[in-house]
């Protein structure tokens, strides 16, 4: 089963490093994972809609209206990552993202996002695959001091994306 320490830990071990079994251990690798893993995880997700990471709600208006332009203001999901669509699938709805309100012209707001999916252990396979790549191509220099490691892990993990959006869809 995966989660952000066996992901951070598999990359770690691929590297040639010890393990971690935790981000709070005193160690410099295990706070190196601890910085660097969330914005790891929140650009891979925000790369693809991936089915894993897609949720739907229904938002309510707040009381009050934007300024001008819209009707109305909703608040957005603390979890949102990605804003992938509003309204029923074939729906034309204007709307505008400000801040964290979603600024709109209809009374509810059906929103389709991808959320910051923080247990890993939902993930897909090839997800999870990407990620450890990712985290060794980020922890690649600070772990070995090679530049070229890192460079050819860079590509490897562009080279999986790829291949892990394919066979999402």
Not at 124 to 134: F, G, I, P, Q
């Amino acid at each position: 089963m995966s989660s952000s320490v066996s992901i951070c830990s598999n990359a770690l071990l691929a590297l040639g490093a010890h393990p971690i079994n935790s981000f709070d251990e005193a160690t410099p690798h295990a706070r190196l994972c601890a910085n660097i893993y969330p914005s790891v995880r929140n650009n891979l997700l925000c790369a693809h809609p991936w089915h894993c990471a897609i949720k739907r709600v229904v938002l309510s208006p707040v009381s009050t209206a934007p300024a001008f332009g819209f009707g109305y203001q909703f608040p957005l999901p603390a979890d949102l990552i990605r804003v992938l669509s509003v309204g029923e699938r074939y729906d034309d709805i204007p709307y505008r993202i400000e801040g964290k309100r979603l600024l709109a012209n209809v009374q509810e707001a059906r929103l389709r996002y991808i959320f910051r999916s923080e247990d890993e252990s939902t993930w897909d396979v090839a997800l999870v695959n990407v990620a450890e790549v990712m985290m060794q191509a980020k922890l690649a220099y600070a772990v070995t001091g090679s530049a070229s490691l890192r460079d050819s892990l860079t590509q490897k993990a562009a080279f999986l994306l790829q291949q892990a959006k394919s066979i999402n869809g």
